[in-house]
T-cell receptor, first 113, second 115 residues
């Protein structure tokens, strides 16, 4: 079945550091890939998505590229801010999975001033 | 409403009692999902409704869990004979349709504590 594996947290960085959160997936079909973010005290919200190979999703300075050859969708940001402190979830959805969205375990990011 | 609404926001119940959690999706959204988020864990898929199709119940952890969606809108997740391991945040999400690239919109969740 479909699954998503992402790096365990927490990840602690200083402000302006470079961020990478790794995500790999297993899917029998051709999935769409997502990163969702959960800020403290708030609900999950979509951060970015990509729907086909080599697509790059981007939002708020975050980027992730759909790599079909390595089944990966790593999240990156060149310079993190304290306000980026949150839990980040990698997710996928495809037809063979019955359309439901499958999430990774989440990675908590702490950014220190 | 403008977003996905869940109630109650917090629920404390005694072990063995039944609980009902409610989700009001965004108007017009045909797909509705329930997930469970345990402390320090990711999102565990529970059940998925799409229009009038039979729900995908493949994620329900036991037969104590059930859910229904009336009139293609409001959904209720029922947990019978609650156990302490049921303590978690229960999240509801809805999406406009069933295309895989469609964004899911989440409610704030119901924090369930079984004592």
């Amino acid at each position: 079945g479909n699954s998503v594996t992402q790096m365990e947290g927490p990840v602690t960085l200083s402000e302006e550091a470079f961020l990478t959160i790794n995500c790999t997936y297993t899917a029998t079909g051709y999935p769409s890939l997502f990163w969702y973010v959960q800020y403290p005290g708030e609900g999950l919200q979509l951060l970015l998505k990509a729907t086909k190979a080599d697509d790059k999703g981007s939002n708020k300075g975050f980027e992730a590229t759909y790599r079909k050859e390595t089944t990966s969708f790593h999240l990156e940001k060149g310079s993190v801010q304290v306000s980026d402190s949150a839990v980040y979830f990698c997710a996928l959805s495809d037809y063979t999975g019955g359309f439901k969205t499958i999430f990774g375990a989440g990675t908590r990011l702490f950014v220190k001033a | 409403g403008a977003g996905v609404s869940q109630s109650p926001s917090n629920k404390v119940t005694e072990k063995g009692k039944d609980v009902e959690l409610r989700c009001d999706p965004i108007s017009g959204h045909t797909a509705l999902y329930w997930y469970r988020q345990s402390l320090g864990q990711g999102l565990e898929f529970l059940i998925y409704f799409q229009g009038n199709s039979a729900p995908d119940k493949s994620g329900l952890p036991s037969d104590r869990f059930s859910a229904e969606r009336t009139g293609g809108s409001v959904s209720t997740l029922t947990i019978q004979r609650t156990q302490q391991e049921d303590s978690a945040v229960y999240l509801c999400a809805s999406s406009l349709d069933v295309r895989p690239d469609t964004e899911a919109f989440f409610g704030q969740g119901t924090r369930l504590t079984v004592v």
